[in-house]
């Protein structure tokens, strides 16, 4: 009797510590305003800066800046969506969700294969410009806020969350660069505007697990 007393008080006594908690609302739900916000915070920093002066001509009439355009803006959105979704464990049984901004990824690196392969002739020009800093600064509060919500959720693929973070971030940092800077073969943009993406990527792999431990 005296160990079920024990065994009792014990009980009681863990229970005493323990608080309700409120469900987290539906993935979607919860990312599809800080997707909205850094659509907004994104076209902020572009009006900001000052948009490339062909970008109009070129959305309108350039069906490879179009489609590039297009596809990094649903890198982002996908990818921002499959995060929400590794917040909760298992994924709410969408595991599936994964695959889409993998695959767009995919279409992105085949692409920018064939942009480099048939832009092969056209001169090249290495220097550093104010594109990489334009990029840190559209991605300073999408990464903040993003890594903050996947924080607040319980994630039980943290490389998989890490992975994507950086999706989301390059995708919408792509997409914005695309709108404010002039460099226009792929071999410019990617040693040049894409190092704050680079950047970005390394910074999450070396350290997912602490980033999105819960």
Not at 4 to 14: E, T
Not at 53 to 63: A, F, I, S, V
Not at 183 to 212: E, Y
Request: some cysteine; overall charge positive.
């Amino acid at each position: 009797m005296s160990k079920n007393k024990d065994l009792d008080k014990l009980i009681g006594s863990l229970s005493k510590e323990l608080e309700p908690c409120k469900p987290m609302a539906h993935p979607l739900i919860r990312v599809l305003p800080l997707i909205v916000i850094s659509i907004l915070y994104v076209l902020a920093i572009i009006l900001l800066i000052g948009p490339r002066n062909d970008w109009m001509p070129k959305m309108y009439g350039e069906l490879s800046y179009i489609f590039e355009f297009g596809l990094s803006f649903s890198i982002f959105v996908s990818a921002a969506i499959a995060l929400a979704w590794l917040c909760v464990p298992g994924m709410r049984g969408q595991t599936w969700l994964k695959a889409v901004p993998v695959t767009l990824g995919g279409v992105f690196l085949f692409w920018a294969l064939l942009r480099i392969i048939f832009e092969w002739s056209e001169p090249f020009h290495f220097a550093f410009s104010s594109c990489s800093l334009d990029g840190f600064i559209m991605l300073a509060l999408p990464v903040f806020i993003l890594t903050l919500f996947s924080r607040r959720g319980a994630t039980t693929e943290p490389w998989w969350s890490s992975f994507m973070a950086v999706l989301s971030f390059a995708g919408l940092g792509w997409a914005g660069l695309r709108l404010t800077c002039s460099a226009n073969t792929f071999a410019q943009s990617l040693v040049v505007h894409f190092v704050p993406f680079v950047t970005m990527g390394v910074v999450f792999a070396l350290f997912a697990r602490r980033i999105f431990k819960w």
